[in-house]
């Protein structure tokens, strides 16, 4: 086995981002400038109301900017950047939102895992590249002991959240973004959610919203403010 040093790392860069919803007068997010570098987290806190979600919709998607760029620049060992930057695509991110577990569509854990994907794969190389996603999905998120047969309603509240998350990364994103990733749980789960949170950050960039700064605190690399209005302010990190 070798070791494999990546020549070059990739950082978000989010430019001047705002955004008004259509029909409306006023901007959600205002002139929203940040970067993150990837394996790393960055933690969005504020007043409810203030446009932590939308920031994630933006982000991931689901909402167009009405200004401002976002988007990938690989960066070389050298500090040189490597290429032009890319522009961020939808595909590249993964959104849990709050409860997540409430929109489960399926009746087993594996139809959950697959919702979407061709009933028939004639592809062999594509069938096996699903099916090792799939199965580093369920590593990554401790789910490996569970039968793939059960009902995920019939599962505990801490194990619906990992197979949330589950769910988000078969998608193999590059980010994940978290909204309220320890709502709803009880303190066993809400550690168990943090320990993940932990090993996930190990291999792609993790966006959270959250209200309970005191948990994540120890895994932040990065920490904004969101003022009222959808003003962005970079925090220092809390100790
Ligand atoms: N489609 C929309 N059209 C108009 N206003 C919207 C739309 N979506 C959200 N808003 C408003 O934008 C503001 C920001 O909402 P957002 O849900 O992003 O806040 P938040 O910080 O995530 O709040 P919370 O912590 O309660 O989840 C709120 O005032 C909300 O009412």
């Not at 969005?44 to 200004?67: C, F, M």
């Not at 990992?162 to 078969?170: E, I, N």
Request: glycine share 8%; aromatic share 8%.
């Amino acid at each position: 086995m070798g070791i494999w040093v990546s020549a070059e790392y990739s950082c978000l860069q989010v430019q001047g981002v705002s955004y008004r919803a259509p029909g409306t007068q006023q901007n959600l997010l205002n002139q929203v400038t940040f970067s993150l570098p990837e394996k790393s987290l960055g933690l969005v806190y504020g007043r409810s109301g203030s446009g932590k979600t939308t920031l994630l919709q933006v982000l991931g998607g689901l909402a167009k900017p009405t200004e401002g760029s976002i988007y990938i620049q690989k960066t070389g060992l050298d500090g040189q950047l490597n290429q032009s930057p890319e522009t961020l695509s939808a595909s590249k991110v993964g959104i849990v939102f709050q409860f997540p577990e409430r929109f489960f569509l399926a009746d087993t854990v594996l139809e959950e895992l697959t919702f979407g994907w061709p009933r028939q794969l004639e592809d062999q190389l594509l069938r096996q590249r699903l099916v090792m996603r799939l199965e580093s999905a369920i590593r990554a998120v401790g789910l490996s002991g569970i039968s793939l047969d059960l009902n995920p309603r019939s599962l505990s509240d801490g194990f619906k959240r990992r197979l949330a998350l589950a769910v988000q990364l078969v998608r193999m994103p590059d980010i994940l973004l978290l909204d309220e990733p320890l709502a709803g749980l009880d303190w066993k789960a809400r550690t168990d959610v943090v320990k993940l949170l932990e090993t996930l950050k190990k291999e792609r960039m993790l966006i959270v919203v959250s209200h309970d700064l005191k948990e994540i605190s120890p895994l932040v690399d990065k920490a904004w403010r969101m003022d009222m209005g959808g003003f962005l302010i970079e925090e220092p990190l809390f100790t």
